[in-house]
């Protein structure tokens, strides 16, 4: 057998290997989100978990270590996709104004599209903005844990993005916006019934996508603005 030949057998055999460690990964990831969700963390036993995933407790155990880094891989699972586009777009609107910083509303808009256009394209976000408004509730600081290590670094980054695009903000300022932002984007994700209760229909209206993310845009800008004009008022 040529020296090629034994390298395509290698490569051949190792992604067969690796292919079923994926799926039980997957198994497990897919039944711990659907649990965490309808159960909340603290509620939900590993024990449950490996049930539903058809897998024993070393294999949890094997890919994940403990049940807090069993949902920081859940939540990483459907941010980090989103999350590299974010900085994708960011890093293109602050290339285009070479200098100067890209205006509030260029930064909010790399903040928000990628998850406006997967919504519009139907991209199955399954129960996961459930799962955000459930971890937010959940004691013994859980999510301040997984925002360390999830979010911290993209957050950092739109952080000092936004104070360079509003000069004159105050830390507090630029927290509380990004706090009500943040949750602004929540509640669009759960639009379909707030629309039709809102609206009084038994459907919701489809937003045009463009539409929906100038909307967005332009009422988390004029919050941020806001912010900054109250405490200037207040000096």
């Known amino acids: 057998m040529t020296e090629t030949n ?3 057998a290698i490569s051949t055999a190792t992604a067969a290997a690796l292919e079923p460690a994926k ?3 997957d198994r497990i990831l897919d039944a711990a989100e659907s649990l965490f969700v309808a159960n909340g963390f603290q509620a939900t036993s590993l024990r449950r978990i490996t049930t539903m995933a058809g897998v024993n407790l ?3 155990n094997y890919h994940f270590q403990s049940k807090e880094q069993l949902i920081l891989a859940v939540m990483v699972r459907k941010l980090e996709p989103i999350n590299r586009r974010r900085l994708s777009l960011l890093d293109r609107f602050e290339a285009e104004t070479g200098p100067h910083p890209p205006s509030l509303e260029k930064v909010l808009a790399a903040f928000l599209q990628p998850i406006v256009d997967d919504q519009a394209a139907g991209v199955d976000l399954g129960s ?3 799962l955000m408004g459930r971890l937010y509730t959940e004691p013994g600081g859980l999510m301040q844990k997984l925002f360390s290590a999830a979010f ?3 957050a950092k980054r739109f952080k000092d993005a936004i104070t360079r695009a509003l000069p004159g903000a105050g830390p507090l300022d630029i927290f509380w916006g990004m706090h009500l932002t943040i949750g602004a984007m ?4 759960a639009r379909p019934p707030a629309l039709a209760l809102l609206a009084g229909r038994d459907a ?3 937003p045009n996508p463009s539409q929906s993310l100038g909307r967005l845009v332009a009422y988390m800008a004029g919050g941020f603005r806001a912010l900054v004009s109250r405490s200037a008022d207040s000096l």
């Open 23 to 25: 799926e039980t990964k």
């Open 128 to 130: 996961f903005p459930v």
């Open 186 to 189: 929540a509640h669009y994700l």
């Open 204 to 206: 919701a209206p489809v």
């Open 6 to 8: 034994v390298s395509s």
């Open 152 to 154: 911290a670094p993209i």
């Open 58 to 60: 070393a294999a949890v």
